[in-house]
Nanobody, 123 residues
Framework: VQLQASGGGLVQAGDSLTLSCAAS????????MGWFRRAPGKERQFVAA???????GYGNSVKGRFTIFRDNAKNTLYLQMDSLKPEDTAVYYC??????????????????WGQGTLVTVSS
């Protein structure tokens, strides 16, 4: 099983960016999926999650600015990030949860993790 996160980069405050997470070795439709991030010097935190049926949830700091969605046919998860702020600077990780019925914000509930992609937002 492999989750390959991509799409990170250097952007300016107010810009938009879309992250992708391509899955191999598993069928994305059978998993709840999540995005987490680790900012410099901080613990990894929950960003967004999506259930098998498409229900979504967001961390308070990104609610209204970020959108998580999935394309099961392409076996790919996405995170659309709008109105980016310098405090969004972090390494972003995608993860797959094969057990939770809805979605979880708890990292230990996730079975597989991608390697992370760096997003840097300049002021």
């Amino acid at each position: 099983v492999q989750l390959q996160a991509s799409g990170g980069g250097l952007v300016q405050a107010g810009d938009s960016l879309t992250l992708s997470c391509a899955a191999s070795g598993l069928s994305l439709g059978n998993y709840a999926m999540g995005w987490f991030r680790r900012a410099p010097g901080k613990e990894r935190q929950f960003v967004a999650a999506i259930t098998r049926s498409g229900g979504t949830g967001y961390g308070n700091s990104v609610k209204g600015r970020f959108t998580i969605f999935r394309d099961n046919a392409k076996n790919t998860l996405y995170l659309q990030m709008d109105s980016l702020k310098p405090e969004d600077t972090a390494v972003y990780y995608c993860a797959a949860d094969g057990r939770t019925l809805g979605y979880s914000i708890v990292q230990r509930e996730y079975d597989y993790w991608g390697q992370g992609t760096l997003v840097t937002v300049s002021s």
